[in-house]
């Protein structure tokens, strides 16, 4: 099983639809979460951290669930702009490598 | 504040030669990823470095390629013999440490 796991999409939304996602890990001493906006081509951007009370900035809300040890990002009113690979990232312990999910790509649509 | 700077931003190369990749984190962060990221693939961790230390290479194929994090100067990813597999985009992130990571725009290699 690989430590953190996404489903690769794509998901399909349209414009001004809601879209959620997950991504699930499996080490249950992770700590810290991420999700981070990848565009064609572009490096890797921090989009929000998770944290255990769940977080909310504009349209993008991402919560954590610890005892099924996933985290979710929820996007509403989707934008074309939206369109991106999503990725996870989850840091095990302090001082330990970030490991990234595989990414989950979303085409919004017209 | 700079935030990561990556050169070069291209590089070509033909199949046998040397790949040198320069890595300045952000001023203060003392620790340096990279990640390899082959074309429609998501990315693949090679190596987390702290200032003169490598701490897990487990991404890291054992032949050919190398990386270090001198006390002074940039992180440098090394391909010796370059083939065409490893035409790949190459991403370096730092950190200050278990924290977000900042990405560099990435050294795109593309070996002939």
């Known amino acids: 099983r690989k430590e953190v796991e996404q489903d690769p999409g794509p998901f399909n939304v349209p414009e001004g639809a809601t879209v959620a996602f997950n991504c699930t890990y499996s080490?249950?001493?992770?700590?810290?979460f991420f999700w981070y906006r990848q565009d064609c081509r572009k490096e890797p951007k921090l989009l929000m951290s998770?944290?255990?009370s769940g977080n909310e900035d504009g349209r993008f809300t991402a919560q954590l669930n610890r005892a099924s040890q996933y985290i979710s990002l929820l996007i509403r009113d989707s934008k074309l702009s939206d369109s991106a690979t999503y990725l996870c990232?989850?840091?095990?312990?302090?001082?330990?490598?970030?490991?990234f999910g595989g990414g989950t790509r979303v085409l919004v649509k017209p | 504040n700079a935030g990561v700077m990556q050169n070069p931003r291209h590089l070509v190369r033909r199949r046998g030669q040397e790949a040198r990749l320069r890595c300045s984190p952000v001023k203060g962060h003392s620790h340096v990823y990279w990640y390899r990221q082959l074309p429609e693939e998501g990315l693949k961790f090679m190596v987390y470095?702290?200032?003169?230390?490598?701490?897990?290479e487990s991404g890291m194929p054992k032949e050919r390629f190398s990386a270090e994090f001198p006390k002074e100067g940039p992180s440098i990813l090394r391909i010796q013999q370059v083939v065409r597999g490893d035409s790949a985009a190459y991403f370096c992130?730092?950190?200050?440490?278990?924290?977000?990571?900042?990405f560099g725009e990435g050294s795109r290699l593309t070996v002939l």
């Open positions: 470095l702290q200032k003169e230390n490598i701490i897990d």
């Open positions: 990232v989850v840091i095990k312990a302090a001082g330990n490598k970030l490991t």
């Open positions: 080490n249950s001493a992770s700590q810290s």
């Open positions: 998770v944290y255990s």
């Open positions: 992130a730092s950190s200050p440490g278990d924290r977000e990571l900042f």
